[in-house]
T-cell receptor, first 114, second 111 residues
């Protein structure tokens, strides 16, 4: 039973298109995250939600819009895709409190913009 | 200056040897530290967390924390080919949900 699941695992699209990635966790965690991992493997936080409330919003272009309908789901919509958006996007979840930082990651969604 | 810095490697060790990975952090307010392992093409997975100064051992892994020196390390004893992966160091400040990652150290264990 997958703990953190993301769909789709692969996206290949043209510049200027819009795409969405969905994430669901069944761990009962109350905090969820979107991380971006670029070609150099650097993992950078984009957004975080705690109980559906946005708590981290790093310097990310407005073309990226997260949405959390409930604490088990976190989606990412990207408008007007650019070549530089090509990366692996990881969803993650954690429990709030002393163990925040102990993240459980999804399998990642590899986005390729042509 | 990056918040968390690691030697990118690659670090190559023979099977059975000790692999030593180092990490430094710039924010003195950092309270919690983590080591994640990431196999090629896979997602990161947590292997160690450490919250207080000193050593913490879990099987073949030992994490060491020195807050005065702002230094975290990971030792892998009796290295196995299955330990070949990228190891990511991460730090978090108290009352902050943000986890800052280093760029990772790639370890190759030679059979």
């Amino acid at each position: 039973d997958t703990a953190v699941s993301q769909t789709p695992k692969y996206l290949v699209t043209q510049m200027g298109n819009d795409k969405s990635i969905k994430c669901e966790q069944n761990l009962g965690h109350d905090t969820m995250y979107w991380y971006k991992q670029d070609s150099k493997k650097f993992l950078k936080i984009m957004f975080s939600y705690n109980n559906k409330e946005l708590i981290i919003n790093e310097t990310v272009p407005n073309r990226f819009s997260p949405k959390s309908p409930d604490k088990a789901h976190l989606n990412l919509h990207i408008n007007s895709l650019e070549l530089g958006d090509s990366a692996v996007y990881f969803c993650a979840s954690s429990q709030t409190g002393a163990n925040t930082g102990e993240l459980f990651f999804g399998e990642g969604s590899r986005l390729t913009v042509l | 200056q990056k918040e968390v810095e690691q030697n990118s490697g690659p670090l190559s060790v023979p099977e059975g040897a000790i692999a030593s990975l180092n990490c430094t952090y710039s924010d003195r307010g950092s309270q919690s530290f983590f080591w994640y392992r990431q196999y090629s093409g896979k997602s990161p997975e947590l292997i160690m967390s450490i919250y207080s100064n000193g050593d913490k051992e879990d099987g073949r892994f030992t994490a060491q924390l020195n807050k005065a020196s702002q230094y975290v390390s990971l030792l892998i004893r009796d290295s196995q080919p299955s330990d070949s992966a990228t190891y990511l160091c991460a730090a978090r400040t108290m009352n902050d949900y943000k986890l800052s990652f280093g760029a990772g150290t790639t370890v190759t264990v030679r059979a």
